[in-house]
């Protein structure tokens, strides 16, 4: 099993104050959270950072690592750009300066460091759809943007309360937006567990409401109603439990 990382950033204003998260899975079983801000900074600076943190964090473990993010900035420029970007001295195609260089220059210096031997994935989640890795990294990159300092969770990942390893099967980055996307299908519930209680929810913003800023929190999307009731189950719960 590879190394996990979901990484986002935010900033209240382009440029504004910013924050960025990190949550890291290692093999064995140990989940780390981590988070930052900058009093003055840009949500792709932050997109980077967040990225950048966990790499370091996991400079001296070998393996495999997924990183996961929502932002296709960061993977097209670490998996395409940045060689056009080093070629042409770090200017861009029209002659200008690339935005981020620093930061670039050391992203590319952690993913160097890994070398073939530790590859890395990368992988695209669509933001605010209910992947609750992603959700969290968002939660956390937020409070920091807004001055906030959220607690940051180090432990077992059994005693977690986010289903991190809930990923949608395709992570391929979206094609460019000329190419028309295929329609997402329709979820057939969100659920989620808050103190205990089960609840279903029509919609992923009611159950962002219920679930957002609650740590312990389970919540997931479901495809049909055997989904649902399968969900349920694991998490200890019957349909006819749910409110």
């Given at each position: 099993?590879?190394?996990?990382?979901?990484?986002?950033?935010?900033?209240?204003?382009?440029?504004?104050?910013?924050?960025?998260?990190?949550?890291?899975?290692?093999?064995?079983?140990?989940?780390?959270?981590?988070?930052?801000?900058?009093?003055?900074?840009?949500?792709?600076?932050?997109?980077?950072?967040?990225?950048?943190?966990?790499?370091?964090?996991?400079?001296?473990?070998?393996?495999?690592?997924?990183?996961?993010?929502?932002?296709?900035?960061?993977?097209?420029?670490?998996?395409e750009?940045?060689?056009?970007?080093?070629?042409r001295?770090?200017?861009?195609?029209?002659?200008?300066?690339?935005?981020?260089?620093?930061?670039?220059?050391?992203?590319?210096?952690?993913?160097?460091?890994?070398?073939?031997?530790?590859?890395?994935?990368?992988?695209?989640?669509?933001?605010?759809?209910?992947?609750?890795?992603?959700?969290?990294v968002?939660?956390?990159?937020?409070?920091?943007?807004?001055?906030?300092?959220?607690?940051?969770?180090?432990?077992?990942?059994?005693?977690?309360?986010?289903?991190?390893h809930?990923?949608p099967?395709?992570?391929?980055?979206?094609?460019?937006?000329?190419?028309?996307?295929?329609?997402?299908?329709?979820?057939?519930?969100?659920?989620?567990?808050?103190?205990?209680?089960?609840?279903?929810?029509?919609?992923?913003?009611?159950?962002?409401?219920?679930?957002?800023?609650?740590?312990?929190?389970?919540?997931?999307?479901?495809?049909?109603?055997?989904?649902?009731?399968?969900?349920?189950?694991?998490?200890?719960?019957?349909?006819?439990?749910?409110?």
């Open positions: 099993m590879p190394i996990l990382i979901f990484a986002d950033g935010a900033s209240s204003g382009n440029p504004g104050p910013g924050g960025w998260g990190s949550i890291i899975v290692l093999p064995e079983g140990e989940v780390i959270e981590l988070g930052g801000r900058e009093a003055h900074t840009t949500n792709n600076r932050m997109e980077l950072m967040g990225v950048i943190a966990a790499l370091r964090k996991i400079a001296a473990v070998p393996g495999e690592v997924q990183v996961l993010t929502d932002s296709v900035y960061v993977i097209r420029g670490i998996t750009w940045r060689w056009a970007w080093s070629k001295q770090w200017k861009t195609a029209e002659g200008g300066d690339v935005a981020n260089t620093d930061l670039w220059k050391d992203l590319i210096r952690v993913v160097s460091a890994r070398g073939k031997e530790n590859p890395i994935e990368w992988g695209f989640v669509r933001g605010h759809v209910g992947v609750p890795g992603n959700e969290r968002d939660e956390i990159a937020v409070a920091f943007s807004k001055g906030k300092h959220p607690a940051l969770y180090q432990g077992p990942l059994m005693q977690y309360g986010i289903a991190i809930d990923i099967e395709n992570t391929n980055v979206p094609d460019s937006a000329r190419q028309p996307r295929a329609a997402k299908p329709a979820a057939f519930s969100y659920v989620s567990v808050v103190n205990g209680v089960p609840m279903r929810h029509a919609t992923w913003p009611e159950c962002e409401a219920r679930v957002k800023g609650r740590p312990a929190a389970k919540f997931k999307r479901t495809a049909s109603a055997s989904d649902e009731a399968s969900i349920l189950d694991s998490w200890g719960f019957k349909v006819s439990q749910i409110k």
